[in-house]
């Protein structure tokens, strides 16, 4: 058991377990959709989103690709990745803001790759609900409740973009990563975190249900409709971002003990390679320490970050002992940062 340091100094009586980051995995999307050919539907063009933006492409889920499928792919390459076997799996954590069922799409990925002793459910926080549900991981694992975790971002925003606007529609794309998370003995991995929301700005950022009253009985009505498409108010999110998420990693950082210049890999999410540059200039990080890869994938939400990891672990440059910085931001308005050492 790891024991806990109190203000003091002193351990104090409560011991917890470590976290360990083990595994990461990420779906293959068939379906690419170009600049060029987004040009062809609305009034934009490739130079345009390319220099706003830095997206070249994004993927599109196509009628066989679900927030279910692709959850259970890149799950199932994170467990694999981490030695495990589905069956070892305690918990799985899908954040996700596009569910194929709204009761929740977790159960249905736990299904689907045969994690048959996990409990599952859904996390809801949109573009920060990767880090949300990685913190609330660490929750179960700490306190000794749960040893294997699966954190799963899949999101569909395709289903939920207006492809007319071209103030939005530009920036969305499909895809879902995965981490697995474990127990650990004789560290933690996880240095620190910050959370936060902002319910007073929540307008900047919706997809909302949007409803009529129907009668059913005397003085009964009920409230039918339906989820409309995303709208977003583009330059105060982007004021948004530019200002909290420099500060929330100098705050986690600064709980972590460390300094901007021992983090090996920024990992924010893949809003726009603007807000990227914005922040790593703010925290004086340089460019080839800063993980994108929002011209082949655009805004995936919630998968962004685990996609992200997954690629740069995939191609080895994530290595066992490098220090993540990571931070989600986005609707809610909800922002959050995590420092961690990846590996055993
Ligand atoms: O994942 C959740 C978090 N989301 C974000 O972090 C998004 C943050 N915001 C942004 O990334 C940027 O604000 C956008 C990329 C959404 C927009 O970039 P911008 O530089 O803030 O553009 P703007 O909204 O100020 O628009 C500038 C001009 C406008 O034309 P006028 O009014 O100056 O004539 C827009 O109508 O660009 C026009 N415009 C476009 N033109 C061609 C807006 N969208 C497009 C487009 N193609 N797709």
């Known amino acids: 058991m790891i024991q806990q340091i109190d203000a003091s100094g002193k351990p104090s009586r409560q011991q917890t377990f470590g976290v360990a980051f083990v595994g990461s995995g990420s779906a293959q999307l068939?379906?690419?959709?170009?600049?060029?050919?987004?040009?062809?539907?609305?009034?934009?063009s490739d130079e345009w989103i390319a220099t706003r933006t830095g997206i070249r492409q994004r993927h599109i889920a196509g009628p066989d690709e679900s927030v279910r499928s692709l959850g259970a792919q890149a799950a199932a390459a994170a467990i694999?990745?981490?030695?495990?076997?589905?069956?070892?799996?305690?918990?799985?954590?899908?954040?996700?803001?596009?569910?194929?069922?709204?009761?929740?799409?977790?159960?249905?990925i736990q299904h689907e790759i045969g994690a048959s002793r996990a409990v599952a459910f859904d996390i809801t926080a949109a573009c920060s609900g990767f880090v949300f549900a990685l913190v609330?991981?660490?929750q179960f694992i700490r306190t000794g409740a749960y040893k294997n975790v699966v954190v799963i971002g899949a999101d569909v925003l395709s289903r939920l973009t207006d492809w007319r606007?071209?103030?939005?529609?530009?920036?969305?794309?499909?895809?879902?990563?995965?981490?697995?998370?474990?127990?650990?003995?004789?560290?933690?991995?996880?240095?620190?975190?910050e959370m936060h929301s902002d319910g007073s700005l929540n307008d900047c950022l919706n997809a909302t249900y949007q409803h009529e009253s129907t009668?059913?009985?005397?003085?009964?009505?009920?409230?039918?409709?339906?989820?409309?498409?995303?709208?977003?108010?583009?330059?105060?999110?982007?004021?948004?971002?530019?200002?909290?998420?420099?500060e929330v990693?100098?705050?986690?950082?600064?709980?972590?003990?460390?300094?901007?210049?021992?983090?090996?890999?920024?990992?924010l999410h893949q809003a726009n390679q603007r807000i990227l540059d914005a922040v790593?200039?703010?925290?004086?990080?340089?460019?080839?320490?800063v993980v994108s890869n929002m011209a082949k994938h655009g805004n995936t939400d919630a998968a962004s970050i685990p996609i992200a990891i997954d690629e740069w672990v995939r191609a080895g440059k994530i290595k066992p002992g490098d220090t993540l910085?990571?931070?989600?931001?986005?609707?809610?308005?909800?922002?959050?940062?995590a420092i961690l050492k990846w590996g055993q």
């Open 215 to 246: 009668p059913l009985a005397d003085e009964v009505t009920t409230q039918k409709g339906g989820f409309v498409p995303i709208t977003m108010n583009g330059r105060e999110v982007y004021r948004f971002a530019v200002k909290r998420v420099p």
């Open 30 to 44: 068939k379906t690419v959709l170009s600049n060029d050919q987004l040009a062809a539907v609305v009034d934009t």
């Open 249 to 267: 990693l100098e705050k986690a950082l600064f709980h972590a003990g460390l300094s901007t210049s021992d983090i090996d890999w920024l990992i």
């Open 325 to 337: 910085a990571l931070s989600g931001f986005g609707a809610g308005l909800s922002w959050g940062a």
């Open 80 to 108: 694999a990745q981490a030695n495990l076997a589905p069956a070892d799996i305690d918990l799985i954590l899908l954040a996700t803001s596009t569910p194929d069922d709204l009761f929740g799409s977790a159960c249905q």
């Open 165 to 193: 606007d071209r103030r939005t529609c530009v920036l969305f794309g499909d895809g879902a990563g995965a981490m697995v998370m474990q127990r650990c003995e004789e560290s933690d991995r996880l240095l620190s975190f």
């Open 136 to 138: 609330t991981a660490a």
């Open 280 to 289: 790593a200039q703010r925290l004086g990080i340089p460019a080839e320490r």
